[in-house]
């Protein structure tokens, strides 16, 4: 067994097919059964079973995925750091908040874009949840998430901090108001969004409960349906300031232990900070302050 053999198994069970792992690794069919075949004589038990539809793993196969998985990552560090000659180049995956990408992001890309233009910069927005987890499965080099983050293998650091306000229709004066009008509607981006979370809170603090959450894909539509008086939201004062002067919304301030939020940029504790995302810290540190000493560690 070598490293070789894991690559063709790994890319087998992900793609679920032998037809679509051969054509990820540029090769026939054959070749990929042959060498799955012989993968699975020298282990001495089936990694696949065979089907219609293609090929499902085996109990044996779910017990070695995991190893293949760390055997591909550690090929692709090796690659990168073998060809990572101190300019930043390549490819850097980088995952943010909606919320972020709107309000922090565009000079910072910017920047980063204009001062090394080698780099294949891309960017995934997502929740919190949702990019913690591609941070650790090595999805995304780094990310931007809101705080609190508690996790072992993670290094962090605080970039930015948001004043959040609950945005109503400009009809509601006052946020008590809100639970007196009958069936309220949260309107959130989907499940994992850390605003959505901290806005139950919020209104469950002032007696406020039962309000019925519908979920948006994007800021826009959420912000466009809170003028309208389809429902609330919680958003930073910095991404609503403007609907707001132009009387579209009303803005709800609330007290600094709630209204106060850290984005945190994280990466993998153990993992090679690669030049690329060296130079992607050093610009946020540049344009962001608290600085993000911490992560950069």
Known sequence: MDASDLKVFEAVARLGGIGRAALELNTVQSNVTSRVRLLEQELETPLFERHARGVTLTAAGRRLLPYAGEVRDVLTRARRAAMDDGTPKGPLAIGTLETTAATRLPRIIAAYAAAWPAVDLTLRTGTSAESVT?????????????????????????????????????????????????????????????????????LASRGIVDVRPLEFGSLDAIIGCVSAGIGITLLPRSLVADAARRGEVALHALPPHEATVATLFIRRQCGDVTSALAAFMDTVRARSAPTMQAAAE
């Open 134 to 202: 591609r941070v650790l499965e090595r999805e995304l080099d780094g990310a931007f998430v809101a705080g609190p983050v508690d996790h072992a293998d993670l290094a962090q650091g605080t970039v930015f901090r948001e004043e959040l306000v609950v945005v109503t229709t400009p009809a509601n004066q006052n946020l008590l108001d809100i639970g007196r009008a009958g069936a309220l509607k949260m309107l959130v981006l989907r499940v994992g969004c850390s605003y959505r979370q901290r806005l139950e809170t919020i």
